[in-house]
């Protein structure tokens, strides 16, 4: 049960729900390649030998670090709250009742746009708050839209 499952308030049920985008393993699959090649060259080189294990255990490291950064983000849009939950090692933690919410901002660049991804920028009451790199940036805006108009 995720942190997020286990703070609903009584009566509160998810209407939307989404995570991290599968982009943030862009850099490990680039890093990987790197290190298959790195570690073969390094083994041929004699000075080198001690640490061809270097850039594998380099590409491993970021590999859990961003299956952490996936497996512990959650972006939920309850029909009472706007609860967002990022990281492993720094937690990012916001929760935000509906009625509070005045505008709701999607940034995507063209890559973002093609895979579906983006950075979402809360506003309420003059403070804002942002997370990137959400799958269905444009979804979850929707429904926290359709809450906020419901809640008029």
Do not use: C
Not at 26 to 38: G, M, S
Not at 132 to 145: G, H, L
């Amino acid at each position: 049960m995720s942190y997020i499952d286990r703070n609903l308030l009584a009566g509160e049920r998810i209407l939307f729900r989404t995570k991290k985008h599968l982009i943030i393993f862009f850099y490990p699959v680039i890093l990987t390649i790197f290190a298959i090649y790195a570690g073969g060259y390094m083994h041929s080189q004699p000075l080198l030998q001690k640490i061809d294990w270097l850039p594998g255990a380099i590409a491993l490291f970021l590999w859990i670090y961003s299956w952490l950064q996936y497996q512990f983000s959650d972006y939920v849009v309850t029909n009472r709250r706007v609860m967002m939950r990022e990281g492993f090692f720094l937690r990012h933690t916001n929760e935000m009742r509906i009625e509070t919410i005045s505008q709701v901002n999607v940034d995507q660049n063209l890559l973002g746009q093609l895979l579906n991804y983006g950075i979402v920028r809360l506003q309420a009451f003059g403070a804002q708050d942002y997370f990137t790199m959400i799958s269905r940036p444009n979804e979850f805006q929707r429904s926290v839209n359709q809450q906020v108009d419901q809640g008029k």
